[in-house]
């Protein structure tokens, strides 16, 4: 293992929960797609499930300390190629995915009625610089980063509780166990951070396995928490706001201190800029598969420049926006690149050696 | 050289967004800080007065802060409210807005349209409070020529009706979710000005259906939804027994509703009433004994479980509304009963109430070591 | 290579050409004597040697006990009266001569010798040893560092009565030739970061060396960071302390500070009085210190943020009172506020070059100038003020962090007017990021928490009581990765 670029497992947990929880803010989905508020407190069950399962061929990688492109390198390094490309472009389709987002609830929250070209821009460069720094540094900085946003869930969610109204919730599976089962797929789907684990596996010191799968729980703890106090203490009124969780941080207040929601959506920034900054330099370091001489820096930058004009396409308007979001296409996406990539190449490396030692016989 | 530049060029185009409102930003100075909002309609569309901060005559060294009355118009509340800007210069905030008056006519045409724009806009509190008057809201600040009402009176009155069990005050936030379910009901507290004190009182409750005004509480059957929310808190009871009339204040009324779907659907709600002795009218300075004591006790208990009884006939009975919303309880608790039972549950329930209130008379004013 | 110059068998050569290398400079003396009736030379730089030492343990028995009359001493009865109690060197190459007439040495030449004697009688100029003026300490020891290395290490050496202790001494400035200190517990320090101090050390090209803290930037590392890896103290109980941790030390002479390699963002909040404290007293004022650093860097731009992009999050009231102050303000919030902190920046320079009498007229002058005269001329508004008060008296809590607090501080500000709240959190990423990114010596400088150590939490923030932390012993080696 190379000890400079490892970062440890609970660094790389934090990157995660940095990384999901800006989507959890910012959750903006078809009014079709949304989930039954009776079934999102239980949504961490299935959540976890899926996510066991999907992660199973990432800890075989984990185990084994080696990244897909380890294994594709054995089989054909032409694959490795054709795998880094689609890699580089899964992470930067990511890092705008996460701007997009930014973009649209900045623009309807903290910047009404603006061009949100600049802030965008700010924030694409700042993620640029951060990106180039190293992973180690935004595994560093996502650890604070992440003490910090759940300081601000806490205190988010013990002061609106006093407001739960247990008359706000709706029974669970109204919509059925299978409709609930497929929500959570859908969650699970919609964490394509999971992916990172697929070429990170030898940089990571500690059990990863071990990690993940409390990551995965704690998660889906923290998400259920919330929709379930958003739920009770929004009810009906949350349900048609547009962003939900930060519905509730309007509603947060400690004394003399109220509305501070905007401080708290200035501290989704920080999330923003750990996430895009993390997609943007595995993004890179695949790109650096492919042409090993280039440099790194210069990569993430042309990445970060991709990234930011895709973000400027996607955050035109919310429905477009959310319709990309809620497509199927992000599904297939997620298990063929996370699922069945790695199953198929772990096949085809076993049959490779197969091969290879009836051949030596 | 090469990065001093580049600093140089991204430093140079943040200071040329900076103050030019290139995001949005705004002086202070710039600003209508809008402390009440009032909302009339006619058919000519709405009737915004607004209560801004007067920040040209204020001084700064003093601890109060004029305040001036603007009023617009437009067929829609977005219409009245993009006149702002141009009739003042400044930008509206609204998110300092202690509450949002609404006149009668505004709240009998319905609340749904002018709520959906405050719904949209995240500049406004989600917790801003709600409350309609009897007469039109653009005469409850005052006028121009009078005294206005400081807004932070007007939320004091609101505050103190609702600490004292004489109104039920609401947030917006939940005033919406109770109007968007097809099962609940809302309600806000109804101000009244005393014209001759230049006061604001807050006794009694508004109901809605479909998001119009259409029934109105006294202040016996506010006291009772009170009991049944279980907010009732600080209210003053006078009951008499046979030594005379005792004045006591419910610290604290605690509900617990245990709801039954079976074939005889029965609502027990259970109050448990902690209270407290303040006068005791018998014509002299007297001590109470266990034996008075225990009597104040059951003379409040019937007293509440009366006004419970009558409330609960009101709503359920007469009004058909859901003001504990045990509707959706009963969904939440029963979910495959839910389909079958549908609204007829109300008037099963109404049949079905029982109420149990236990009291525990705390202090009695003069107690003995 | 060129051949070094050796010492002339003549004393008159000898005593000329060390006239002719420090060019006749007045402080150089030369006395001509006779040792044991051999002829003899002494040369010293006034003022850089002690007048005492030298006519008690040098002078008299060399001149006055040698029989008169006598034939000439041999060398070893020469070297038998010369050793009597000083130090004693000889050398054959005069370049050592001139660098030991710099150190305060005096020189011996005697006549057919071919060598010279070097007498270790400095007796130059010194401060006394007396309490740090910039790390004052209510509980802790009062003595700090003077600005000569012998004594800086015989002041560590007796907090660290050790063998493990080890000075390695340097020599730097191509010019000045300043000796510096290396210092170090040979059994805690890990192999590879000495390797690397010395390393850097050893690159540091400078023409004098003006003191410990120039040397900085050289153990620094790359890229240049807001924040310097590289710790300083006064104290020679704290820097006893880091090196206990494995860290290494270094002192140059001239300087009262030494450099503690490496530091970590973490020291900024403590300090020795934390140790003297009870737990809960020294957790509660090193969170102080941290929400200090906090305010002073982000305070005033987070205010003009909140205000002109937030203002929501102010409570009504105190809305109203700020709405109608600034609303009587020529300026911009934001201009209000770089204006308000330049002069502040202003005041506390002046403050802190001007002599002392001067210095405290300025700050009154600033004060009152500045402060009051400002507001009632309503230039600037009084909850500016206020800010800028909160600022300054936070800046004051962790003074050593001041010079990367205050282009922070300016940046955020600008930020926070741009673009509000998600300006200035950017602002605050990146910061985060450059914190994130220092590791000069593999040891991140955002240790223990990010990497998170459980085992150094024990002593970082919250610190456990010294029992526990007896037992712990913490090293600086096992921050390395997380």
Not at chain 1, 165 to 183: R, T
Not at chain 2, 242 to 258: H, M, Q, S, W, Y
Not at chain 3, 244 to 263: C, H, W
Request: aromatic letters at 10%.
């Amino acid at each position: 293992m190379n000890e400079k670029n490892s970062i440890g497992a609970f660094q790389l947990c934090c990157l995660f929960f940095v990384s999901r929880v800006l989507a959890l803010f910012t959750f903006i989905l078809p009014e079709s797609e949304r989930l039954a508020a009776g079934d999102r407190p239980l949504l961490f069950l299935s959540f976890f499930v899926f996510g066991l399962i999907v992660l199973l061929p990432a800890f075989v990688l984990c185990k084994r300390k080696e990244s897909v492109f380890d294994l594709t390198d054995r089989v054909s390094p032409n694959l490795t190629r054709f795998c880094a490309v689609l890699f580089a472009i899964g992470a930067v389709w990511n890092a705008a995915v996460g701007l997009a987002r930014v973009s649209l609830f900045a623009g309807t929250v903290l910047f009404e009625g603006v061009s949100l070209t600049l802030p965008m821009l700010g924030l694409t460069v700042s993620s640029v610089i951060v990106a180039v720094k190293g992973r180690e540094t935004v595994a560093r900085a996502a650890v604070i980063v992440a003490g910090l946003l759940i300081f601000v869930f806490l205190f988010v969610l013990v002061t609106t509780a006093k407001d739960f109204d247990v008359a706000n919730l709706e029974p669970p599976f109204e919509n059925g166990v299978l409709s609930f089962m497929k929500q959570g797929l859908l969650a699970v789907a919609r964490t394509p951070e999971l992916g990172a684990l697929l070429l990170l596996a030898p940089n990571v010191k500690g059990n990863v396995r071990k990690s993940t799968s409390l990551w995965l729980l704690f998660f889906g703890i923290t998400a259920s928490a919330s929709f379930l106090i958003i739920t009770g203490v929004t009810g009906a009124f949350g349900e048609r706001q547009m962003f939900q969780l930060y519905t509730l941080t309007t509603l947060s207040k400690l004394g003399a201190m109220e509305r501070m929601d905007d401080i708290f959506a200035a501290v989704w920034v920080l999330a923003a800029l750990i996430r895009t900054a993390f997609f943007l330099g595995l993004g890179g370091e695949s790109v650096t598969r492919v042409f090993p001489k280039t440099s790194l820096k210069h990569v993430i930058v042309i990445l970060g420049a991709a990234a930011f004009g895709l973000c400027l396409l996607m955050s035109g308007s919310v429905v477009t926006f959310a319709d990309v979001l809620a497509s199927d296409g992000n599904v297939v996406m997620f298990v063929s690149f996370i699922v069945l990539l790695p199953v198929v190449v772990l096949i085809a490396e076993r049959m490779k050696q197969k091969r290879e030692r009836n051949r030596l016989k | 050289m090469k990065k001093i530049i580049c600093i140089f060029i991204l430093f140079c185009i943040l200071l040329t967004s900076v103050g030019c409102d290139a995001l949005g930003g705004h002086e202070l100075g710039q600003r209508l800080i809008i402390e009440a909002i009032g909302i009339d309609s006619d058919e000519n569309g709405y009737l915004l007065t607004l209560q801004a901060l007067d920040l040209k005559n204020t001084d700064p060294s003093g601890s109060k802060h004029p305040t001036k009355l603007l009023r617009f118009r437009g067929k829609t509340l977005g219409d009245a409210f993009g006149g702002i800007a141009g009739a003042t210069g400044l930008t509206p905030l609204y998110s300092q807005a202690r509450f949002i008056l609404f006149g009668r006519s505004a709240a009998e045409t319905g609340l749904g349209a002018p709520l959906d724009f405050f719904m949209r806009e995240y500049n406004a509190r989600s917790d801003v409070l709600i409350a309609v008057t009897d007469g039109p809201a653009s005469d409850f600040f005052g006028s121009d020529d009078n005294e206005t009402i400081a807004a932070e009176e007007i939320e004091l009155a609101m505050e103190s009706g609702s600490n004292t069990g004489q109104c039920a005050k609401i947030p917006l936030y939940c005033f919406v979710s109770l109007s968007l379910s097809e099962s609940d009901t809302a309600y806000c507290p109804i101000l009244k000005k005393d014209e001759k004190q230049n006061t604001v009182t807050c006794h009694r409750t508004a109901f809605f259906r479909d998001g119009k005004w259409t029934d109105t509480t006294d202040e016996r059957l506010t006291e009772g939804f009170l009991l049944l929310q279980g907010e009732l808190k600080n209210a003053t009871v006078t009951v008499h027994t046979n030594d005379g009339a005792f004045t006591l204040r419910v610290i604290n009324a605690e509900r617990e509703i245990k709801l039954s779907g079976d074939a005889n659907s029965q609502i027990i709600m259970n109050v448990k009433v902690v209270a407290d002795v303040i006068e005791y009218e018998s014509g002299g300075f007297y001590d109470l004994g266990e034996e008075e004591v225990n009597a104040v006790g059951s003379a409040l208990k019937k007293e509440l479980e009366s006004i419970l009884k009558d409330a609960f006939q009101t709503f359920y009975t007469d009004w058909n509304m859901d003001v504990c919303r045990l509707f959706r309880r009963f969904r939440l608790l029963h979910p495959n009963k839910y389909s079958s039972y549908n609204y007829t549950i109300l008037e099963d329930f109404a049949d079905g109430f029982i109420c149990y209130v236990s009291v525990t008379v705390r202090r009695t004013g003069r107690e003995q070591m | 290579m060129e051949r070094p110059v050796l010492i002339h068998a003549d004393v008159k050569t000898n005593t000329d050409e060390l006239k002719r290398r420090f060019h006749n400079s007045f402080d150089l003396t030369v006395r001509e004597l006779t040792v044991g009736g051999v002829c003899a030379a002494a040369a010293a730089l006034e003022g850089m040697c002690s007048d005492e030492i030298i006519a008690e343990t040098l002078l008299k028995p060399l001149t006055n006990e040698s029989p008169q009359g006598k034939t000439a001493l041999t060398e070893y009865e020469l070297e038998a009266r010369l050793y009597k109690g000083m130090g004693v060197q000889k050398t054959c190459a005069f370049d050592e001569v001139c660098e030991a007439l710099c150190r305060g040495f005096l020189v011996l030449f005697l006549e057919n010798a071919g060598f010279a004697y070097l007498f270790s009688v400095q007796g130059y100029p010194k401060k006394a040893v007396e309490e740090p003026q910039t790390e004052q300490n209510e509980r802790g020891a009062t003595e700090g560092f003077t600005d000569t290395l012998r004594d800086n290490t015989a002041l560590l050496r007796r907090r660290l009565q050790t063998p493990f202790l080890v000075f390695e001494k340097l020599e730097l400035g191509r010019t000045a030739h300043t000796p510096v200190a290396i210092c170090y517990l040979s059994d805690r320090t890990p192999a590879d970061l000495l390797e690397k101090v010395r390393n850097r050390l050893s690159v540091a090209k400078l023409d004098t060396l003006t003191g410990a803290i120039s040397l900085r930037p050289f153990l620094d590392g790359t890229p240049p960071s807001l924040f310097s890896s590289t710790g300083f103290t006064q104290r020679p109980d704290k820097l006893a302390a880091k090196l206990t941790e494995g860290r290494v030390g270094v002192l140059a002479d001239g300087s009262p500070f030494a450099l503690i390699v490496p530091g970590l963002l973490i020291d900024y909040f403590q300090a020795e009085d934390d140790y003297a404290s009870n737990v809960f007293y020294s957790f509660f004022i090193r969170i102080l210190r941290a929400v200090s650093f906090l305010i002073s860097a982000a305070l005033p731009g987070l205010f003009v943020a909140v205000c002109d992009f937030h203002p929501e999050a102010l409570p009504p009231g105190i809305m109203a009172d700020i709405a109608a102050a600034e609303a009587r303000t020529p300026f911009s919030l934001m201009t209000e506020a770089l204006l308000i902190h330049l002069v502040y920046e202003i005041v506390r320079e002046a403050g802190l070059r001007m002599p002392r009498a001067v210095g405290h007229a300025v700050s009154i002058v600033g004060a009152l100038a500045v402060g009051n005269a400002a507001v009632e001329a309503g230039l600037i508004a009084a909850p500016m003020l206020l800010i800028v008060a909160l600022t300054a008296v936070s800046s004051a809590v962790v003074p050593k962090l001041n010079e990367s607090v205050a282009p922070i501080r300016f940046c955020l500000i600008i930020l926070g007017g741009a673009a509000g709240s998600f300006g200035v959190f950017l602002g605050i990423g990146l910061l985060l990021a450059d914190v994130c990114a220092t590791s000069p010596y593999g040891i991140p400088f955002s240790a223990p928490f990010s990497p998170f150590s459980n085992k150094a939490q024990a002593d970082s923030l919250w610190r456990r009581n010294m029992k526990m932390l007896g037992e712990i012993r913490q090293k600086i080696g096992d921050l390395k990765f997380g």
